[in-house]
């Protein structure tokens, strides 16, 4: 079984800096890749950023130039620097993977997410 767990959320006025770690323990042969999602109140699931097994990423325009994800293969983990924050990316960020396990199945995986609140 393979476990992501979330960490780095809180608190930040606007313009400051998070970084949210995505951990991923487990039967792990190898990330693929992984992705960071984020739903506030009232509103659908946005896709964030993403970074494929390669290196290449992708990000919203609303967070383009601000945001930066990236992953440490050795500690199966993908993060994502936040900087600039503004009240409007007040939202729960989820993490997403595409873990081939051990057994050679590659599935979808879910964290349990983290609130990141940005209020002065």
């Known amino acids: 079984q393979v476990r992501l767990v979330e960490s780095g959320g809180g608190l930040v006025q606007p313009g400051g800096s998070l970084r949210l770690s995505c951990a991923a323990s487990?039967?792990?042969?190898?990330?693929?890749?992984g992705a960071w999602y984020r739903q506030a109140p009232g509103k659908e699931r946005e896709l964030v950023a993403v970074i494929t097994s390669g290196g290449s990423t992708n990000y919203a325009d609303s967070v383009k130039g601000r945001f930066t994800i990236s992953r440490d293969n050795a500690k199966n983990t993908v993060y994502l620097q936040m900087n600039s924050l503004k009240p409007e990316d007040t939202a729960v960020y989820c993490c997403n993977a595409f873990v081939t396990t051990i057994t050679g199945g590659t599935y979808d995986y879910w964290g349990q997410g983290t609130q990141v609140t940005v209020s002065s």
């Open positions: 487990g039967a792990i042969f190898n990330i693929n890749s």
